[in-house]
């Protein structure tokens, strides 16, 4: 079970209460370091603590709060829901620390929203799970016969990798009546076993003698580990080798390239031979210190042979042994200082960082976490850290070489998307070493910008009789934010009076469509307020606005005021009209034609021309003016009675015209003019115009029935003929059928004034002919009256006319009543017509 060794708060009030004292628990807690305490060898999941309570979060805050941790190897994790400390990987102190006599692990606990980080410390209490370990099974003595009692051979010293009481090793030898144990006390404190000779040894009763060497810890329950003796006696060697000091000590630098030499020691011997031959062995020392160094068995130098490094390990100690060649051994003690050298960068753990951060983040806010760290000593291990780079961040130094980022100054997205600097770490060593790291803080977006239009009004030109949907205009407004922070849409927020129904906007593309079809002549200008707005929460909007021109097209005729054009094409009698005197000159102003146009520019531009006047050459119209006036003086030729027409253009295209019909009295005075417009028949002018076309189809048909009426007599008449004998005008168209003397019908006969003639047959001059090739005239007619047109129309009864007209025809008497007939016929035919 994990002790903690920092006071647990209690349970507050509640939430109020924590809410109150948690400002003060995290400043407690970044200023003062958490500890835990546990036993290594704990097995994975075991717990350490609640780390969550004992900085004061409660469990609902946890997940907002994101707690984890920030060490680089993950001895420990944290658990999300309850906030609890757990083992994460099995725990050897010996491995992780060595023989240290502390072992610790310290990392930080870092919590989010906001970012705090709170130094946290585990140390790993060392339990006795290692026996005492001899680096040999077999140990090798040779003592001489000879030596005396009381002489003391040193022996292999066991190590336990434990510490503390753990390690206190005590130790064991088999008993035997010729030798003891004692224990000899080495300058760095640890014992040193030492076999002791109590009588003197005879070679030829027992040459040999078998001990062993225990062991034993001082842990609960103890472990041990033992050691085979093996002593040989041999012949007379009476001087062991003697060292020169008995602590030889000497201070290297790290990195010393393998070959150098650390130191030499120097053992003598007193004897002579190869009893006094000295050689240069190890003692009893670890894997690591012969990977390290060698010794020279002649000289006793002590040489390296690997690459040494202060960070691992700053001291050796080690023994070496001096051997004659009689088998007499002797120890003495190296101790060898690694002096630092600055040969390690510092280095940029990054533990925590906040990307992307709101750029409304208030300024101070942690973005990022950083350690930073190097493992040389003293100045070299001294680190200052900065930002190189232009951003609105700054460094803040914190605790246990940690560094926060923050933000130094407001940031701003459209700006600068993302925030990039490089954090410059560099240790005070010489030279100075440093490294770098490139921290990229991304920006993320809040609506903070509302909709920019292109334009703050925007005009548009229409023309008139436009199709209902057609394209209007198109409206953009750009939005700096991002997302649906600057997703901007359009709405129509109002106008001038009307203006709503006549246009829509559609929502993402900002198009303005016509809805119906505008007119100049009703509405010229109007305008509307497009807003354009954002997708954020909340939403951003503008306003801009459209003004919308209508262009005029020649779509109006232009209108006549003056003269009326109602009573002038009804042609009532109280139709204007104008009085001119015949005494008029050349130039009289007769009346002004006024018109107008409802449309506006070259489209309402009026010019007038005459196109129909009874006296073509008697009046003029003004082409710009619409004044009428008269071409030349009155004269008394001229009828009383004048109709003008003029015709009014615009100059649109094409071009549209109306006609004004003026009324013209050629009169000295209104009194005169009366008689000549009480004589126009009522309606005449206006009847006439609108009753020429029934006329027309009246005359014809009158025509038709004529024509079968005459039709229809003539048959009669041909009937009747056959039944009484060819008729005189048959008669008449032969040779000397009429008497030569007497007058004949005359040659204008057929013209007068009347819509019809009569058409008589007359034989030609008298020819002579041979008597022979006619036959014998017929006997004398009477005398037939040659009747004039009048006569013919004037009575009913056949009156004969007067002998100064009559026409000799060579017909009998009987053929008068069918010219009688004739006449009566076409008289009826007349009246009929």
């Known amino acids: 079970m994990a002790v903690r060794r920092r006071q647990r708060r209690g349970p507050g009030g509640g939430r109020a209460l924590l809410a109150a004292v948690l400002l003060c628990v995290w400043w407690r807690a970044a200023g003062e370091r958490l500890r835990y305490a546990i036993p290594e060898e704990l097995g994975r999941g075991s717990l350490v603590g609640p780390l969550a ?83 040999k099974a077999l140990l090798y003595l040779e003592i001489g016969e000879w030596t005396l009692p009381g002489a003391c051979f040193l022996l292999e010293t066991a190590r336990d990798t434990d510490v503390g009481k753990n390690s206190l090793l005590s130790y064991h030898l088999t008993s035997n009546p010729s030798f003891s144990l004692a224990l000899k006390e080495s300058p760095d404190g640890s014992k040193q076993p030492e076999l002791v000779l109590d009588k003197t040894l005879d070679r030829e009763k027992e040459s040999s003698f078998e001990l062993v060497l225990t062991a034993v810890d001082g842990g609960d329950p103890a472990r041990s580990g033992t050691i085979q003796i093996h002593i040989n006696v041999t012949d007379l060697n009476d001087n062991s080798p003697v060292f020169s000091k008995r602590l030889y000590e000497a201070r290297v630098s790290e990195n010393l390239p393998a ?14 031979g190869t009893n006094g031959q000295v050689s240069y062995y190890f003692g009893d020392v670890s894997e690591s210190i012969t990977a390290l160094f060698t010794v020279e068995r002649e000289s006793g130098k002590v040489r390296t042979v690997g690459s040494l490094d202060f960070e691992e390990k700053s001291k050796y100690v080690f023994g070496l042994e001096a051997r004659d060649g009689g088998g007499l051994v002797s120890q003495c003690k190296v101790q060898i200082d690694i002096t630092d050298e600055n040969d390690n960068a510092p280095e940029i753990s990054i533990l925590s960082l906040s990307s992307p951060v709101p750029e409304d983040a208030p300024v101070g806010t942690v973005v990022a976490l950083l350690k930073v760290r190097d493992r040389d000593s003293g100045e070299n291990g001294q680190v200052t850290c900065e930002l190189s780079g232009e951003a609105a961040l700054s460094m803040v130094a914190s605790s246990g070489g940690s560094y926060k980022v923050v933000t130094a100054s407001a940031l701003d997205r459209e700006q600068a998307w993302e925030q990039r600097v490089t954090v410059v770490a560099r240790d005070r060593g010489r030279p100075s070493l440093w490294s770098s790291r490139e921290l990229v803080l991304e920006v993320s977006d809040v609506n903070d910008n509302a909709p920019v239009f292109e334009e703050a009004a925007y005009s548009a030109y229409v023309a008139e009789n436009n199709a209902a949907g057609a394209l209007v205009l198109r409206v953009q407004a750009r939005d700096a934010d991002a997302g649906a922070n600057g997703r901007v849409s359009y709405w129509l927020a109002g106008g001038s009076a009307g203006a709503a129904p006549l246009v829509s906007v559609e929502a993402r593309s900002g ?59 009804t042609g009532e009698a109280s139709s204007p009209f104008e009085v001119v005197p015949r005494s008029a000159e050349a130039g009289y102003l007769v009346a002004k034609v006024v018109a107008v146009d409802a449309d506006a520019g070259r489209n309402a531009w009026l010019s007038y021309e005459l196109v129909q006047a009874s006296e073509p050459g008697l009046f003029r119209v003004g082409l710009h003016s619409g004044e009428v006036r008269t071409a030349r003086a009155v004269s008394e030729r001229d009828a009383a009675k004048q109709r003008v027409v003029a015709v009014v253009k615009d100059h649109g295209q094409p071009a549209l015209s109306a006609t004004a019909t003026l009324h013209v009295v050629l009169a000295e005075s209104l009194q005169e003019a009366l008689p000549e417009l009480s004589e126009r028949p009522a309606g005449a002018e206006a009847a006439a115009a609108a009753a020429a076309e029934l006329q027309f189809y009246l005359v014809l048909a009158l025509a038709l029935l004529s024509a079968l009426l005459v039709l229809s007599v003539a048959l009669a008449v041909v009937a009747r003929l056959r039944r009484a004998g060819p008729p005189a005008v048959l008669r008449c168209l032969g040779a000397q059928r009429f008497s030569l003397a007497g007058a004949a019908f005359p040659a204008d006969f057929c013209e007068g004034t009347l819509p019809y003639s009569y058409n008589l047959c007359v034989p030609p001059p008298a020819r002579a002919v041979p008597e022979a090739a006619w036959p014998p005239p017929p006997p004398p007619v009477p005398a037939v009256p040659v009747l004039s047109a009048e006569e013919l129309l004037g009575g009913d009864s056949c009156e004969k006319p007067s002998p100064s007209s009559n026409v000799v025809v060579g017909e009998p008497p009987a053929d008068a009543a069918a010219l009688q007939v004739c006449k009566a016929s076409a008289s009826s035919d007349f009246k009929t017509f």
């Open 53 to 135: 309570r004992d900085l004061g979060l409660s469990a609902d805050e946890l997940p907002a709060r994101k707690l984890r941790l920030s060490e680089e190897k993950q001895y420990f994790t944290v658990n999300e829901e309850n906030g609890n400390l757990y083992v994460n990987e099995r725990l050897d102190r010996e491995e992780m620390c060595g023989e240290s006599a502390s072992c610790s692990v310290s990392f930080d606990a870092v919590v989010h929203n906001p970012l705090n980080v709170f130094p946290v410390e585990v140390s790993i209490e060392d339990v006795n799970d290692n026996s005492p370990a001899f680096r």
């Open 259 to 272: 070959g150098s030499e650390v130191l030499q020691v120097l053992a003598t011997d007193a004897d002579l």
């Open 511 to 569: 198009a303005l469509y016509a809805q119906r079809s505008f007119d100049y002549e009703q509405c010229r200008e109007f305008a509307v307020a497009v807003r354009a707005q954002d997708g954020g929460a909340p939403a951003r909007s503008s306003t801009a606005t459209v003004r919308v021109f209508v262009l005029d097209r020649n779509d109006n005729a232009p209108r006549v005021l003056w003269p009326a054009a109602g009573a002038a094409a």
